[in-house]
T-cell receptor, first 111, second 115 residues
Framework: QKEVEQDPGPLSVPEGAIVSLNCTYS??????FMWYRQYSRKGPELLMY????GNKEDGRFTAQVDKSSKYISLFIRDSQPSDSATYLC???????????FGSGTKLNVKP | EAGVTQFPSHSVIEKGQTVTLRCDPI?????LYWYRRVMGKEIKFLLH????????ESGMPNNRFLAERTGGTYSTLKVQPAELEDSGVYFC?????????????FGEGSRLTVL
C-alpha cells in the first residue's frame, strides 16, 4: 500500500472554475502537509504548508487537512490558465527527515 | 540568491555504465535530500544529509547507488553500474537548518536515461 494516494488526473477545467485536489494517506505519524506545484521540466515549488488539522488560506488557494479521515485537499478559486501545472501533495512526520509525495495531479485550466 | 542547481540536466548512458549526478544546494542549507521520480510514479525519497552526515538513506534502492556530500556543501549521487530501471528524474532538494519549516527547495532535476 502506498503511503500517499493521489488521483493523477488529468483534470481539465475552464478558466474561473473552482478546482479541488485531494490526497489520502495511511500513516498517522504525518504532522506536516504540503502542496507543491510543478511546471513542466521544472522542480516542484512549495505552494501551501499546513501543520496538523485545519484550514489555511492564501489568496486564491485554500488547504484543508482532516487527520481523522487522513484526507487533505487543495482548493483553487477563480482558476487561471497560469495555474496549469502538476500539483503534488507531500507529507512528513515531525522530524522532516523524509517527505512522502503523492503521484501528482495534472491540472489544465482552459482560457 | 542562487537556487538549487543540478548537473547534468539530462544524461543518456548505456546499461552497465557509470553516471554521477551533482547537486549544489542553496548556501547555508544544512539539509540536502535526493529524490527520484520514475515515469508514472510518485517522487520517492532516496536519502537525507544533514551537513556531511547521512541522516537517513533508507530509500536508496541498492548498493549500486552511492551518495556523498563533501564538506557539507555540494552532493553527488553515483550510479554504478546503471540498470534500465534506474531511468528517471533525480531531484535534489535542500532546506535550512532548524527550525525547519518543512519547505523543500528543489532543483530542476537530472533526467537519466539508461539504454
Amino acid at each position: 500500500q502506498k503511503e500517499v494516494e493521489q488521483d493523477p488526473g488529468p483534470l481539465s477545467v475552464p478558466e474561473g472554475a473552482i478546482v479541488s485536489l485531494n490526497c489520502t494517506y495511511s500513516n498517522s505519524a504525518f504532522q506536516y502537509f504540503m502542496w507543491y506545484r510543478q511546471y513542466s521540466r521544472k522542480g516542484p515549488e512549495l505552494l501551501m504548508y499546513t501543520y496538523s488539522s485545519g484550514n489555511k488560506e492564501d489568496g486564491r488557494f485554500t488547504a484543508q487537512v482532516d487527520k481523522s479521515s487522513k484526507y487533505i485537499s487543495l482548493f483553487i478559486r477563480d482558476s487561471q490558465p497560469s495555474d496549469s501545472a502538476t500539483y503534488l501533495c507531500a507529507m512528513s512526520a515531525s522530524n522532516f527527515n523524509k517527505f512522502y509525495f503523492g503521484s501528482g495531479t495534472k491540472l489544465n485550466v482552459k482560457p | 540568491e542562487a537556487g538549487v542547481t543540478q548537473f547534468p540536466s539530462h544524461s543518456v548512458i548505456e546499461k552497465g555504465q557509470t553516471v554521477t549526478l551533482r547537486c549544489d544546494p542553496i548556501s547555508g542549507h544544512d539539509n540536502l535530500y535526493w529524490y527520484r521520480r520514475v515515469m508514472g510514479k510518485e517522487i520517492k525519497f532516496l536519502l537525507h544529509f544533514v551537513k556531511e552526515s547521512k541522516q537517513d538513506e533508507s530509500g536508496m534502492p541498492n548498493n549500486r547507488f552511492l551518495a556523498e556530500r563533501t564538506g557539507g556543501t555540494y552532493s553527488t549521487l553515483k550510479v554504478q553500474p546503471a540498470e534500465l530501471e534506474d531511468s528517471g528524474v533525480y531531484f535534489c532538494a535542500s532546506s535550512p537548518p532548524s527550525p525547519n519549516t518543512g519547505e523543500l527547495f528543489f532543483g530542476e532535476g537530472s533526467r537519466l536515461t539508461v539504454l
